[in-house]
């Protein structure tokens, strides 16, 4: 089945780094994204990594895809406040569909 | 990457009316897609649109319920028929970036609907 879970919130400093973390159970995932909602906003896709990838870097992010635990992470180097937001991860499957199965979401504050 | 405009960004509704969604995009694409976000909820897609066929609708909902139009590759609206307070969410349209899963997906800012 598909399902795609987060942990709910993360607590950072800012200028720390923060780490997002997202577990998916289907295999057949092509490819996996990162999206980042702001209050009141819609999705701003941030990153996204193929499945046969390990690694991204795209200026502060940095995603890591471990295939065999089937875990998803997102680095945000030196938090800002205004990275502050609700972060969805989401897996693209292997099928015609084309449709996204997202995460929960995890809300992340970053203090001053 | 597409721009996608939608409105309205926001209504309050009586129960038992309908609200139709645009969704307008400044470049033609084949797929779109509707979803909804229930309060403080992930994402749900309702359907997809392709131009030139019916939508498909994903376990759950319905053509009744939620109507779509697919008149040509840039635009699409969804009708949220005889409402009720449950269907208070936001409903977000989204396109393929322009590279289908390649690019990633755009997503509309949302209309944020309450219904009373």
């Known amino acids: 089945g598909e399902d795609v879970e987060q942990s709910l919130f993360l607590s950072v400093r800012e200028g720390d780094s923060s780490v997002i973390n997202c577990t998916y159970t289907d295999s057949s995932s092509t490819y996996l994204y990162w999206y980042k909602q702001e209050p009141g906003a819609g999705l701003q896709l941030l990153t996204y990594?193929?499945?046969?990838?390990d690694m991204k870097q795209d200026q502060r992010l940095t995603v890591l895809l471990n295939k065999k635990d089937k875990h998803l992470s997102l680095r945000i180097a030196d938090t800002q406040t205004g990275d502050s937001a609700i972060y969805f991860c989401?897996?693209?499957?292997?099928?015609?569909?084309?449709?996204?199965?997202f995460g929960s979401g995890t809300r992340l504050l970053v203090r001053p | 990457s597409a721009v996608i405009s939608q409105k309205p960004s926001r209504d309050i509704c009586q129960r038992g009316t309908s609200l139709t969604i645009q969704c307008q995009v400044d470049s033609q694409v084949t797929m779109m897609f509707w979803y909804r976000q229930q309060p403080g909820q992930s994402l749900t897609l309702i359907a997809t649109?392709?131009?030139?066929?019916?939508?498909?609708?994903e376990s759950g909902f319905v053509i009744d319920k939620f109507p779509i139009s697919r008149p040509n590759l840039t635009f699409s609206t969804l009708t949220v028929s005889n409402m009720s307070p449950e269907d208070s969410s936001i409903y977000l349209c989204?396109?393929?970036?322009?590279?289908?899963?390649?690019?990633?997906?755009?997503f509309g800012s949302g209309t944020r609907l309450t219904v009373v």
């Open positions: 989204s396109v393929d970036g322009g590279g289908g899963r390649n690019y990633g997906y755009t």
């Open positions: 989401a897996e693209s499957l292997r099928d015609s569909s084309y449709k996204l199965i």
């Open positions: 649109a392709n131009q030139g066929s019916e939508a498909t609708y």
């Open positions: 990594i193929f499945s046969n990838m």
